[in-house]
C-alpha cells in the first residue's frame, strides 16, 4: 500500500521558535497533500490543502503566516511553525492523495507529529 | 450543530460481543462516508468505506441511511486487538481534502 512518513515524529521547542514539519509520499506521487491538526479527545480538523507547485489553501481561522507551507515537489510537503507558542502543541498529521488508479485517490494518512512548545 | 456528531463512549466490552456503533451528519450535501480507527497517539487508518447498499468487511459491518444522515459500524466477535477510538467521516465532495472527521468513539474490548 502507499506510504506516506513524517519527519520529525517528536519535536519540543521552546517559545518563539520555528519547527518544520516533512511530509513525504514514500511509493507514490501526490499533487495534493494536506495538513491537519488533533489536539487530545478533539476530531482532526483540517489546516490547509497544500497543491504541488502553488500557493496552499487555508481553512478559516488558520494563520498563513504562521503556518507556512511549501509544496516543492510531487512527494514532499513542508509545515513550517513560525514563532510557536505554548497552544501550537499538538499533534500535526499529514495527508497525500494519490493519482493514480493504483492509489485508488485515496487519503493516505502519515504517522503524525507531536509537537510540544514550552 | 456540529457536523460529524458520535458517541465519545467508551464502549466497553468483553471479548467475543458484538458492538454498534452509530454517526450522524449534519449536510445533506455529504458525497461519501468512511469509519477510520485511530489508536492512541497514532494516525487514522481507513477502515472501510460506507456505501448506501450497506458493505461488510469480514466482522465488521457498515451501513449507511442517507435520508436519516444517519452512519453506523458493527462490530462482530469483538478481538483485544479492536480496541481502538472509530472516526466516522464525511466527505463533502469537491476535492479529496473535504474530508469532515467525528471526535471519535472509544472501544475498549477486555479478556
Known amino acids: 500500500g502507499a506510504v506516506v512518513s513524517q519527519h520529525p515524529s517528536r519535536v519540543i521547542c521552546k517559545s518563539g521558535t520555528s519547527v518544520k514539519i516533512e511530509c513525504r509520499s514514500l511509493d507514490f506521487q501526490a499533487t495534493t497533500m494536506f495538513w491537519y491538526r488533533q489536539f487530545p479527545k478533539q476530531s482532526l480538523m483540517l489546516m490547509a490543502t497544500s497543491n504541488e507547485g502553488s500557493k496552499a489553501t487555508y481553512e478559516q481561522g488558520v494563520e498563513k503566516d504562521k503556518f507556512l507551507i511549501n509544496h516543492a515537489s510531487l512527494t514532499l510537503s513542508t509545515l513550517t511553525v513560525t514563532s510557536a507558542h505554548p497552544e501550537d502543541s499538538s499533534f500535526y498529521i499529514c495527508s497525500a492523495v494519490g493519482t493514480s488508479a493504483s492509489t485508488s485517490y485515496e487519503q493516505y494518512f502519515g504517522p503524525g507529529t507531536r509537537l510540544t512548545v514550552t | 450543530r456540529k457536523e460529524v456528531e458520535q458517541d465519545p463512549g467508551p464502549f466497553n466490552v468483553p471479548e467475543g460481543a458484538t458492538v454498534a456503533f452509530n454517526c450522524t451528519y449534519s449536510?445533506?450535501?455529504?458525497?461519501?462516508f468512511f469509519w477510520y480507527r485511530q489508536d492512541c497517539r497514532k494516525e487514522p487508518k481507513l477502515l472501510m468505506s460506507?456505501?448506501?447498499s450497506g458493505n461488510e468487511d469480514g466482522r465488521f459491518t457498515a451501513q449507511l441511511n442517507r435520508a436519516s444522515q444517519y452512519i453506523s459500524l458493527l462490530i462482530r466477535d469483538s478481538k483485544l486487538s479492536d480496541s481502538a477510538t472509530y472516526l466516522c467521516?464525511?466527505?463533502?465532495?469537491?476535492?479529496?481534502?473535504?474530508?469532515?472527521f467525528g471526535k471519535g468513539t472509544k472501544l475498549s474490548v477486555k479478556p
Open positions: 449536510n445533506s450535501a455529504s458525497q461519501s
Open positions: 467521516v464525511v466527505n463533502l465532495g469537491g476535492s479529496q481534502g473535504n474530508l469532515i
Open positions: 460506507v456505501y448506501s
